[in-house]
């Protein structure tokens, strides 16, 4: 099946540093990538579609100038965490849909977790 | 206003036994379900899906039903195996939401040995 690779897959900062974290589809091209974030013993949610080529689309409450998105090929997607605070320590989850076709169905990276010192 | 609701957050149930997660949704427009399978600190995985002009998807030990009025699905794992403890997600999406997945909370499955 298709693969998506998530990178680092943890991460310890100091605050007030940058995170980046990268997203690559392997074996597919991904025209279309979501980040998500998970909170312990909470759900997956959607922070940001990210398109190729174009402008991050953010969901409510999801600040755009902490949370960079940046989607420059057809398999890679990176999330920087501007000025990190211990608040953003978290679970970032990436996944990508196929450029051709779909239901629906998303391919999930390993996940990321960012400890803010 | 959660569209994807899993009321149970966690189920306990004895290796062999049927293993029952239950997910229900408000949005009429939903129109393909999925169930991932997440294991701590790792991406879900993706299980089984079923599209909304069906009622029944099987795969293996896998079965999801689908129940369009009462807007609920369920997934069935039989018989259960201590390998399948894990969180599961159930998902849903529609064409005209570009496809984007709306997540259940999650439901803690422990598969007793």
């Known amino acids: 099946g298709a693969v998506v690779s998530q990178h680092p897959s943890r991460v310890i900062c100091k605050s007030g540093t940058s995170v980046k974290i990268e997203c690559r589809s392997l074996d597919f091209q991904a025209t279309t990538m979501f980040w998500y974030r998970q909170f312990p013993k909470q759900s997956l949610m959607l922070m940001a579609t990210?398109?190729?080529?174009?402008?991050?689309?953010?969901e409510q409450g999801v600040e755009k100038d902490k949370f960079l998105i940046n989607h420059a090929s057809l398999t890679l997607s990176t999330l920087t965490v501007t000025s990190a605070h211990p608040e953003d320590s978290s679970f970032y989850i990436c996944?990508?849909?196929?450029?051709?076709?779909?239901?629906?169905?998303?391919?999930f990276g390993e996940g990321s977790r960012l400890t803010v010192l | 206003d959660q569209q994807v609701k899993q009321n149970s957050p966690s189920l306990s149930v004895q290796e062999g036994r049927i293993s029952i997660l239950n997910c229900d949704y408000t949005?009429?427009?939903?129109?393909?379900f999925l169930w991932y399978k997440k294991y701590p600190a790792e991406g879900p995985t993706f299980l089984i899906s079923?599209?909304?002009?069906?009622d029944k998807n099987e795969d293996g030990r896998f079965t999801v039903f689908l129940n369009k009025s009462a807007k609920h699905l369920s997934l069935h794992i039989v018989p259960s195996q201590p390998g399948d403890s894990a969180v599961y997600f159930c998902a849903a999406s529609s064409n005209n939401a570009g496809n984007m997945l709306t997540f259940g909370g999650g439901t803690r499955l422990m598969v007793k040995p």
């Open positions: 949005n009429s427009m939903f129109d393909y």
């Open positions: 079923i599209s909304s002009i069906k």
């Open positions: 990210s398109n190729e080529g174009s402008k991050a689309t953010y």
């Open positions: 996944s990508a849909r196929e450029a051709s076709g779909y239901t629906g169905e998303l391919f």
